[in-house]
């Protein structure tokens, strides 16, 4: 996943794990990522695609995998008949879904359709991105999905029931609009003062000034006193945070799978999650939490509420957090089934 920045997401941590795991099959690997290129190639995009398409032909791999990095792609569309390389493309996101301008939205998504018109497999990785995918004319003949996986840790979870004080919320995800992390102070504006704390865990370098947007409108609501940030957590740390909370609150206004929402479910957390995309896959409305609609801060406080107000309802869908989770992939069954869809894709056996 080639980019203008080293930006840690789930894609991200999808594609690492996934090339790692190639590797650990005996697959040889050549990764063209961020901090694998030459220096200033990423923010010359015709010089980018050019590096890209020489890596390749020099390389001569028996499969290309590519995540996502729509603007690098185009020549490799153009000449990959001549390289005469099959191509599994994956689809992490549908990005035309960001963009607010219907016309620039429809050309997007048309930019998207063609490049994936190389693939011979477009891995996809949740019903709503199936969807989403199909809907562009794609053969769905040609898509495999796998659900990304997270680590099942064996530690015990916290004892919620007998906890006392403030409600304890935490959203997990970098700042971003499409992460909707203004929704949600504005609905926290909404609850009693001192009655919740909130911690907000992601990347807050977001390039656009929507960060530093969050960071102001914090200001702005009179919420310093309850809100924090918590940036560039390890996963021992993350992990620390999801087991002092009480409440995963994701309002995404839009969502491709959602692997915080997976990973907190997984340490017995309710979640309270907008009802878009693949969040319904993951969050059962009344059972392991509350689903509301995308950019409504009004049902999302009220939500939130409910949960506040109801102790045992709460530790109750935090259980059911947990059996659910316990039925879904960890990164061993992802890594195994992504090596056999590689595999598939490049005709041969690998390692």
Known sequence: MLGKRDFLSGGTIFNSRMAARLAEEGADVD??????????????????????????????????VIGKSYQYTALLRLVRPLLGTPVVYLMHHLEWMDVRNNLRRRLYKAYVRWLLGMARTVWVNSGSTERGVVETGIDPCRLVRIPPGFEKTPEPLPDRSTRSGPLRLLSVGSLAPRKAQDVLLRACAMLPPG????????????????????????????????????????????????????????????????????????????????????????????????????????????AIGVLAADPVTRCAMGRESRLLAEGMNDWEDTGAAFVRMVADAAGRRIG
């Open 195 to 302: 009655g919740f704390v909130l911690e907000i865990a992601g990347n807050t370098d977001d390039g656009d000034g929507y960060g530093r947007g969050v960071r102001r409108l914090v200001e702005e609501l009179g919420l310093s006193g309850s809100v924090s940030f918590l940036e560039g957590l390890p996963r021992g740390e993350l992990a620390a945070a999801y087991d002092r909370a009480d409440v995963l609150v994701h309002p995404a206004r839009w969502e491709a799978f959602g692997m915080a929402v997976v990973e907190g479910m997984w340490r017995g957390l309710p979640v309270v999650a907008s009802d878009v995309a693949a969040l319904p896959e993951l969050v059962r409305h009344g059972v392991n939490g509350l689903l509301v609609p995308p950019g409504d801060p009004e049902a999302l406080a009220g």
């Open 31 to 64: 990764v063209i990522h961020f901090r694998t290129v030459p220096a200033g190639v990423p923010e010359h995009p015709l010089c980018a695609m050019g590096h890209v398409c020489r890596r390749i032909a020099g390389f001569r791999p028996d499969v290309v």
